[in-house]
């Protein structure tokens, strides 16, 4: 099994160009996240989609744009690039958002870094 | 709010010695803890996790307790090795029986170098 599998792992963009971020999950899970990672600050959640058809922002949404394509996809979008989105970004999936918390166990793709200079 | 605080890093040991890496946190309810582990150039893994009050987390020679009263989930592993050298990342979600989206906060994350 591929996991979670995220695409490009490396791109280099000028401020103002736009990207998407590709991510796909063969696992059948219902939920899928986008993350962004920064020294000393963790993972922040930039946006989710709890199931095929919905998404819903996270923490740091601002200057992103999320498409969930199918049960699989969940893309993520940078419409006019900017240097604070300088990041390392992880798409994630799970069985489910709600209820059984405990069993909300989230499984990750190896991350895309992204340098907009 | 909730939140998680993590020691800071970089941790340094000697192969074969004790780690410990603290984790507490500060949240309304009761939430589920966790640590993953991010080895370089990957994406994070789930360690171990714990559900609720005084469970033990246990995998591949970590452990962490929930312990409601100090609202902590250190992690220990009694001897490392070279290949445990990676970050770390406590994190928490709560339990919200209402259903909606169920937030995964994380810590920091702490990075572990071990050398022979």
């Known amino acids: 099994n591929a996991g979670v599998t995220q695409t490009p792992k490396f791109q280099v963009l000028k401020t103002g160009q736009s990207m998407t971020l590709q991510c796909a999950q063969d696992m059948n899970h219902n939920s899928m996240y986008w993350y962004r990672q920064d020294p000393g600050m963790g993972l922040r959640l930039i946006y989710y989609s709890a199931s095929e058809g919905t998404t819903d922002k996270g923490e740091v949404p601002n200057g992103y744009n999320v498409s969930r394509l199918n049960k699989r996809e969940f893309s993520l979008r940078l419409e006019s690039a900017a240097p604070s989105q300088t990041s390392v970004y992880f798409c994630?999936?799970?069985?489910?958002?709600?209820?059984?918390?405990?069993?909300?166990?989230?499984?990750f793709g190896a991350g895309s870094r992204l340098t907009v200079l | 709010g909730n939140s998680v605080t993590q020691m800071e890093g970089p941790v340094t040991l000697s192969e074969e010695a004790f780690l410990t890496i603290n984790c507490t946190y500060t949240a309304t309810g009761y939430p589920s803890l966790f640590w993953y582990v991010q080895y370089p150039g990957e994406g994070l893994q789930l360690l171990l996790k714990?559900?609720?009050?005084?469970d033990k987390g246990s995998n591949k020679g970590f452990e962490a307790t929930y312990r409601k009263e100090t609202t902590s989930f250190h992690l220990e592993k009694g001897s490392v090795q070279v290949s445990d050298s990676a970050v770390y990342f406590c994190?928490?979600?709560?339990?919200?029986?209402?259903?909606?989206?169920?937030?995964?906060?994380f810590g920091a994350g702490t990075r572990l170098a071990v050398h022979p």
């Open positions: 994630a999936s799970s069985e489910a958002t709600a209820a059984l918390s405990g069993a909300n166990v989230l499984t």
């Open positions: 714990a559900t609720k009050a005084d």
């Open positions: 994190a928490l979600i709560l339990n919200m029986f209402s259903g909606g989206y169920n937030k995964l906060i």
